[in-house]
């Protein structure tokens, strides 16, 4: 095919513009003419990277936390800047949990302990605290050439490690963590993509299988799809407040043993999009599952912060497998993931983040280091950022009092929002919400009438996504169709994020309700 | 296997020190104890993630770069730490681009706009220059919430596509650039594996061959290991300064197409680890070949910026392309790659670079954008210092001078360095080295005794590798085998970086030329 048509080219074109002879080609460079009147006609080959054949792995991944809803949010805001009337004046966009984007302030501290190793002239200027100074040096100290432009060790620069060693041992009541089971990474989905990248493997049948969470943090099901292995679902029970039963979990398990060879288990605690926290008993359970079972636990903590009910504590999948005693902590392997992107210093940008690993072989923690090396490095800045974050100002220190001051204005600001919003959507009819016991992210039910579906089936779309795109094209508020996280068949939801001001999230939850009320009524 | 482990296990573990009955399982933690003599005896189980059963992609991946030699630099920098007697003081690692790691000391004007960024408080201290300001002022206008903290759009913020698209047509002589066509990157290494990501599909013989120049840099290898495609050498010419011949290309191909489907060419151009320049024909040459035989571009050109030689002068792919004519600049398609990393700039750390893309089709951009986003977003520290290189101090502006007197002090001494480690090399005998044209590696042939490579077949080592262990460990330079790289059968190089300061890259020549009289003496 693609010979012929180069054939009919060659013929239609006439004398090419660039001459036959390869060895006659003049070393000068040739005018580029914009003209377009003097130009050739030219004919548009076939491409080589076309949708057919482009790595099917990649074309069947979706991602919807910036698929087809944020693309039309983009469109109309472009149009809403070009003067085009619509019934809102902006989109609010509650579709990615994107702190600072939502106007929340970066914590002081961490920004200049980064702007002191960014440019360390600044580290004799005297509106810089010392301690701040204290941190930004040792961290530089720790760098190559003392430069945060140096390639750092791809597992992450030592003295930072350290510093997450001992940030898991006090959160996790001395259980020991080692600094070499530590590795900083890209943000963590580039740690958990990595782990199941090395974890993948078989053809057929014997193909990894992965157990994922539905409703999942669709990253899961994207890795999954671009790795080749088979996502295995086990359902959250959304009646029980979105808990993880193990029963489910068993169930899924023999299920995925039919078609592929289970070996690894995501657990997203606190949960996205479903906000729910684990019990300490669940945890347990879920350990004990995967010792018997013989799987590899992958714990995506990243919401460890953020935990807004009084009811609720965080507990690491790791300071339990190691309270479990030594029959587990000796033999379960475990790769957890945290982040600079979340809890209450909301640093996405910096792309930090770490994993560590509990039981890992030491063959595979050499693999590891060699997989992380093709890409050189964690980027540094966001290593910097996640010291701070490990490694926060202390009592006695002097940006102590504006540290917490900060953090803690963040976090009651989430657990304020967390009770609103569950309050809003539980008063508003044909809409269900269970308790936002952390993360950032209300995942309420959605009744859509028959009619309504209908109409979204006529359109060939997903029913939660006909109700987002009109909630979006009617009212500007961008949030995610629950179809994009994966729900039970017949259900329908949206995840939305607590993170606009409360002012403006009250004002979106009155929108949605009207919208809602609206849509009830024209589908009725 | 493991099943059976698994109940020899329950049978001697006695009483499990987790209760049995999952239910029955106790709310609150229980104590971690470390205390050897009250743990019961544990048996470890077999590991679920072994070599063995570990994805064997990776486990086929090769990264010489910061491979075994890099290991052992590292033992050895621990053991003189310790006290430990050498017959050096301290390694010198020439074996990664590391600019900054060797001494050389950050652009000004750069950190100065990243700083502004991090901490925009500095917007209104007197000791930054007003036109850092501007440029901090312009890249946090384009982010959410006005922080770098905030994810960017997936394909990288706009304002800086915009100015990577005019820093392209200032440099490709007004050849007209779109800043929908250039995305942001992870470092040239995130763009190129996510583009080859994308083109890679098919089984067996119909599996995508990548052709690559042999030597090469790694993370070529590595990608297409990674990715299951097929790796298809083309040798660069050594006696003829590294040049690419097209005939060796053709024959490249036409052996590629009996085991492969071959549909993507990769250039490195400045050559990574050879220092050559392609000529302008050259070029013509390779996209002339391309666009006949239907191949994919791929122009890794970081080393745009490191030209030496008085007889050489970057082209840009993109720019010949273009000035062949609308037949090839409107059907061939292309991917170029630049970075934050090499240059004068050297900012390795910050993971900066971007990717301009010809002739995508407008599907594969949004698979591109698709799959981008699974990651979210380039770290946007990296993002604005990448701004910078693009969009430098002009000639009216306040940090105009320094910018340039900085920047063109990097490139001198480079070129010094370049011409005195070619003269150096070319004086040693059993040295042969081409002139260093561009990029920042001497890549000299090695001539290794017969017995040498007995000795190196005994210990089931590449001969290269025997060699540059020895001198790392006799001489503490740590450079890089050029089997890391590939290489003719039967030649021996190694790589060395030319980035040490001027005394201690003559010091480094000095104990190189020692070494290597004794290791000729020693096997001959």
Request: aromatic letters at 8%; glycine letters at 8%; one cysteine or more.
């Amino acid at each position: 095919m693609r010979g012929s048509v180069r054939r009919v080219l060659r013929g239609l074109a006439g004398r090419a513009p660039w001459p036959q002879g390869l060895r006659g080609a003049p070393e000068g460079p040739r005018p580029y003419s914009s003209n377009a009147a003097e130009a050739p006609v030219v004919r548009t080959r076939d491409r080589i990277l076309t949708l057919q054949s482009m790595n099917p792995q990649v074309r069947a991944v979706e991602y919807a936390v910036r698929g087809p809803i944020v693309l039309k949010a983009g469109e109309i805001e472009r149009e809403l800047q070009q003067g085009i009337k619509k019934p809102f004046d902006e989109v609010i966009k509650a579709n990615i949990g994107d702190a600072h984007a939502m106007g929340q302030q970066p914590i002081t501290f961490l920004r200049q302990v980064v702007a002191l190793c960014t440019y360390p002239d600044l580290l004799d200027n005297p509106r810089f605290p010392q301690d701040a100074k204290e941190r930004a040096s040792r961290i530089l100290q720790s760098c190559g050439g003392q430069s945060l432009g140096s390639y750092s060790a791809s597992q992450g620069v030592s003295c930072i490690r350290e510093d997450v060693a001992r940030y898991i041992e006090r959160r996790d009541s001395g259980i020991p963590a080692d600094p070499e089971n530590i590795y900083l990474t890209t943000g963590a989905s580039d740690g958990i993509f990595t782990i199941l990248k090395i974890l993948v493997s078989g053809d057929g049948r014997s193909r990894t299988g992965v157990m994922i969470p539905i409703p999942q943090y669709p990253l899961y099901s994207a890795a999954i799809s671009e790795l080749n292995a088979v996502q295995a679902n086990y359902y959250l029970d959304e009646g029980n407040c979105w808990a993880l039963d193990i029963n489910e979990l068993r169930r899924a398990l023999y299920q995925a043993k039919e078609f592929s060879n289970p070996k690894v288990l995501c657990i997203i605690n606190p949960g996205n999009p479903t906000g729910q926290v684990q019990s300490r008993r669940c945890i347990e359970e879920v350990i004990h599952f995967a010792w018997e079972e013989g799987l590899f636990l992958l714990a995506d903590e990243v919401y460890q912060d953020n935990v807004y009910s009084e009811s609720c504590q965080f507990h690491s999948f790791k300071k339990v497998l190691y309270e479990m005693g030594p029959e587990y902590s000796s033999n379960v392997e475990l790769a957890s993931f945290h982040s600079t992107s979340k809890g209450y210093m909301g640093e996405c940008g910096y792309r930090g983040g770490y994993m560590e690993v509990v039981n890992l072989h030491p063959e595979i923690q050499t693999q590891l280091v060699k997989i992380l090396s093709v890409r050189l490095c964690p980027p540094v800045p966001g290593q910097a950022a996640m010291d701070v974050v490990v490694n926060p100002p202390q009592p006695s220190e002097e940006s102590y009092e504006q540290f917490i001051q900060e953090k803690e204005a963040v976090l009651s600001t989430l657990a304020h929002k967390a009770r609103l919003t569950e309050e809003w959507f539980n008063q508003i009819p044909g809409i269900e919400c269970n308790p936002l016991q952390g993360a950032m992210y209300a995942f309420p039910r959605i009744h859509i009438p028959p009619r309504a579906v209908q109409k979204a089936e006529d359109l060939q779309m997903a029913p939660d996504m006909l109700y987002c795109m009109q909630l979006l094209e009617q009212a500007g508020i961008c949030v995610v169709p629950g179809s994009g996280f994966g729900q039970k068949e017949g259900t329908y939801h949206f995840r939305m994020t607590i993170l606009p001001p409360t002012d403006k999230l009250q004002l979106m939850l009155q929108k949605i309700k009207d919208f809602h009320l609206r849509f009830l009524h024209d589908f009725s």
